[in-house]
């Protein structure tokens, strides 16, 4: 290992990682560029868009605004580790069902802001997942398809669960 690097450990997508990084990556470059994990989007790189939400032990966060090494030792999700196997996940039908993705730049981030979301409250209100969905901007849909896709996921039941 070079001496200007450091090592972290990880879990992402329900694989373990190990792997040395410049200490000034981010976690969107991390993902995007050396997992090549590109369901992760970048818009605005300023934490003001969410097209580059991931799942970190449960909660989402904006990935352009973490450093890689603060994922050391953490469980990461991204969106394409949201299918089982195969089986899409009950955010992804529902999404699917209620035609909330149109150009579907934004939708990557939302589902995970919605994963995240289910992940703490299993049976959020409409204002909850309106609250949830705040920071992810998405120029087509005009939001309405979204929220209602987020309640349907809500009402099934592995929608939650936290793997
Ligand atoms: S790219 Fe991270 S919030 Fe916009
Ligand atoms: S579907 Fe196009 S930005 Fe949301």
Redesign the pocket.
């Known amino acids: 290992m070079k001496l200007d690097m450091i090592s972290i450990n990880f879990t992402i997508n329900g694989e373990k990682k190990k792997l040395d990084i410049a200490p000034g990556m981010t976690a969107?470059e991390l993902i995007r560029d050396r997992l090549e994990l590109k369901g992760t989007?970048?818009?605005?790189?300023?934490?003001?868009?969410?097209?580059?939400?991931i799942v970190v032990d449960g909660r989402a966060v904006?990935?352009?605004?973490m450093f890689a090494a603060q994922l050391d030792g953490r469980e990461i999700l991204t969106v394409e580790g949201l299918d089982r196997n195969g089986e899409l996940h009950p955010i992804q039908e529902a999404f699917a069902e209620k035609n909330a993705v149109q150009c579907g730049f934004c939708t990557p981030?939302l589902m995970m802001s919605a994963r995240g979301l289910l992940s703490e409250r299993p049976h959020p209100s409409r204002s909850e997942i309106i609250k949830a969905i705040s920071?992810n901007l998405c120029r087509c849909t005009g939001y309405q398809s979204i929220v209602e896709a987020i309640e349907v996921a809500a009402k099934r039941p592995v929608a939650s669960k936290k793997e």
């Open positions: 969107f989007k970048e818009g605005c790189g300023i934490g003001e868009c969410g097209a580059c939400t904006n990935a352009c605004l981030g920071g």
